[in-house]
């Protein structure tokens, strides 16, 4: 089965802090992903990878940055954190040969007061 | 700009009960996923359907894609509480390294 683990599954910071999210997969994927989720808004996609040192833009990259320097872990950086940053945080990773299933972690729930 | 719309947003009903989801777009998908999420969990993936006409069975959910690939659904039958939770599809374009994600529907199944 793959294994997607991420660093916290909850986690209080403060406005203004950097915050590190850190995600490992163990299924040697190329592609990893990072999501946000709100209600009502469902998944929205931040940022994602397809390989390593390789990134592209999501939907909503405006405040976050990633880094992939191995291929089994792809970290989100919330460079100041501010209170619209407060959500639910999904990685994903994805092998190239799957019908684009993406297999996902626990989450993390953040809030930023 | 893929959108995929679900419906219903919400559905709460009694243990036994058969229900179906269902999940539309108007544009055509190389395939599509279904997962569902518990409350504090992320999704979890249960199937992935290909082919236009395309039927799935796990148990007590059955899952169809449309012949032309822009619709699917997901019917449960005689729903248990275990089954609560949020059901998302999500689909690909080909080619695309990204899915488009519906917003859900939130499913209750009361004892």
């Known amino acids: 089965d793959v294994k997607v683990t991420q660093s916290s599954r909850y986690l209080v910071k403060r406005t203004g802090e950097k915050v590190f999210l850190e995600c490992v997969q163990d299924?040697?994927?190329?592609?990893m992903f990072w999501y946000r989720q709100d209600p009502g808004l469902g998944l929205r996609l931040i940022y994602f990878?397809?390989?390593?040192?390789?990134?592209e833009k999501g939907d909503i990259p405006e405040g976050y940055s990633v880094s992939r320097e191995k291929k089994e872990r792809f970290s989100l950086i919330l460079e100041s954190a501010s209170t619209n940053q407060t959500s639910m945080y999904l990685c994903?990773?994805?092998?190239?040969?799957?019908?684009?299933?993406?297999?996902f972690g626990p989450g993390t729930r953040l809030t930023v007061t | 700009t893929q959108l995929l719309e679900q419906s219903p947003q919400f559905l709460s009903i009694q243990e036994g009960e058969n229900l179906t989801v269902y999940c539309n777009s108007s544009?055509?998908?190389?395939?599509l996923q279904w997962y569902r999420q518990e409350p504090g969990e992320g999704p979890v993936l249960l199937v992935t359907?290909?082919?236009?006409?395309e039927v799935k069975k796990l148990k007590r959910l059955t899952f169809q894609f449309g012949d032309a690939r822009k619709d699917s659904s997901l019917h449960i039958t005689a729903a248990q509480p275990g089954d609560t939770g949020l059901y998302l599809c999500?689909?690909?374009?080909?080619?695309?390294?990204?899915?488009?994600f519906g917003k859900g529907t939130k499913l209750s199944v009361i004892p």
């Open positions: 994903a990773s994805r092998g190239v040969t799957d019908h684009y299933e993406q297999y």
């Open positions: 299924m040697d994927h190329e592609n």
């Open positions: 990878s397809y390989d390593v040192k390789m990134k």
């Open positions: 544009s055509v998908f190389s395939s």
């Open positions: 359907v290909v082919t236009g006409g």
């Open positions: 999500a689909g690909s374009g080909a080619g695309s390294y990204q899915l488009t």
